[in-house]
């Protein structure tokens, strides 16, 4: 039972430590073929980089964008619309750059940029729902045999589970593991 705890304490360890790829989307709008790397926050339309950073929030989000000549514009959107706010030479940007509505587009094509809805949704994880499934994970892994015995076992006397119905009530509890945890921490 020690080695099993041990184990699936490592397990957990290493789905936490890989590392993850940079995240890096292409999306071509008004012919321009725009880079998002979301691990850098930034946007390339080949030439040029401009910086972003986005702050999510219950009723929508702020969109805050740098363009490589330092000028900045910043854009909060919310359920009944949004409001813009622009740097002190916003408007005397040379037209090279493309407008802040065109890379907010950019960063809604590449799903960096979620309607408040979506986000809604996605932070509407029950816990209770959450610790039950890790509880059920950690029992079928860790005792096999417990599990099969609230499953079948009392259903006869005497009888003893076989190795295979121990193993499928093992990998059973691994994988309720790891889907719970990708649910939580990724969807």
């Known amino acids: 039972m020690k080695r099993l705890a041990v184990r699936l304490v490592a397990l957990v360890i290493c789905c936490f430590s890989i590392p993850a790829a940079a995240l890096q989307d292409q999306v071509l709008l008004d012919n321009v073929t ?4 979301t691990e850098a926050g930034t946007i390339s339309d080949g030439e ?5 950073q986005i702050t999510l929030r219950s009723d929508g989000y702020t ?4 363009y490589p000549n330092g000028v900045e514009y910043s854009r909060t959107a919310f359920p009944g ?8 030479d916003y408007r005397s940007t040379p037209s090279a750059y493309p407008d802040g509505d065109t890379l907010e587009e ?11 809805q979506k986000q809604a ?4 994880k029950s816990v209770l729902l959450l610790l039950l499934l ?10 096999p045999y417990g599990a099969w015995y609230i499953e079948w076992g009392w259903h006869f006397k005497g009888a003893e ?24 921490l990724f969807l």
């Open 106 to 116: 950019v960063l809604q094509q590449a799903d960096v940029v979620t309607a408040p």
């Open 161 to 184: 589970p076989s190795p295979g119905a121990l193993l499928f009530n093992r990998v059973i509890g691994i994988l309720l593991l790891i889907g719970t945890l990708v649910w939580f």
């Open 63 to 66: 969109l805050d964008i740098t």
């Open 121 to 124: 949704q996605r932070g509407n």
């Open 48 to 52: 040029n980089f401009y910086q972003y």
């Open 81 to 88: 619309g949004y409001s813009e706010e622009y740097g002190e």
């Open 34 to 37: 725009y880079t998002v790397d």
């Open 134 to 143: 890790l509880v059920l994970g950690i029992f079928f892994a860790g005792y």
